[in-house]
């Protein structure tokens, strides 16, 4: 029997000038199943909707070269956004939304975002990459020790990954000094520096990691969960 052909995957852009909160949100979404696009100013993102049909648009109020009311607007009147939802991002209390469209707030809720974009666009569509589930996430640890500041940020690290599976996560430490050609093409400089390798696109953090919910969102954004009890 012929296999009924899937349903194409619903298509997100992301409009969104910090690449911390780019690369979270794009990552988070794609591992979902979704196809997403990402712009980093207004008019990138005014080219990208011109150019295809998108059936979610989430963007920071706040871009460099006009604010993504004006984007958005704009869009709508060109006929543009149809058919398509719009989330927008910020970090305001009140923010100046004349057109009302739906608000997050930062920090973002990755979790959040997830559940409202699975709101808006239903179930994500079948990937065929189920063999990729469980991939652990690559994380690679870039120290100068006996530096404070590198040794605090390895103990860190792995305080946290004590947290999660062992199979989830595959760490690796490295001194800088010993790995510089590894460390260049890694595209890190300084140290302590944390590289998320893969899945999806890389994400670097720098310092000694004391912010631990910067490491599990990092996580959650690759689909990896703490263990539980």
Do not use: C
């Amino acid at each position: 029997m012929r296999a009924a052909p899937r349903s194409p995957a619903a298509r997100v852009l992301v409009v969104e000038d910090s690449r911390d909160v780019l690369d979270l949100i794009t990552v988070a979404l794609g591992r979902q199943g979704w196809q997403v696009e990402a712009a980093v100013r207004a008019d990138e993102g005014l080219v990208r909707l011109a150019e295809r049909h998108y059936d979610l648009v989430i963007a920071h109020l706040g871009l460099p070269d006009r604010r993504a009311t004006e984007m958005l607007r704009e869009a709508r009147e060109a006929g543009h956004l149809t058919t398509t939802a719009v989330l927008m991002i910020t970090g305001q209390a009140n923010p100046d939304n004349p057109d009302a469209f739906p608000v997050l707030a930062k920090p973002i809720d990755i979790e959040a975002l997830v559940r409202q974009a699975r709101t808006i666009l239903g179930a994500p569509a079948a990937t065929g990459e189920d063999d990729e589930e469980g991939t652990p996430v690559e994380l690679v640890l870039y120290y100068t020790p006996p530096w404070p500041s590198s040794m605090k940020a390895r103990r860190n690290l792995e305080r946290i990954l004590a947290g999660y599976e062992a199979h989830a996560v595959h760490l690796t430490v490295r001194d800088l000094a010993e790995h510089p050609d590894l460390a260049e093409s890694d595209g890190v400089v300084f140290s302590p520096t944390l590289l998320k390798k893969s899945p999806g696109a890389p994400v670097w953090m720098l310092g000694d990691l004391s912010d631990a919910t910067a490491i599990t969102d990092l996580l959650l954004a690759a689909g990896i969960e703490p263990r539980r009890g």
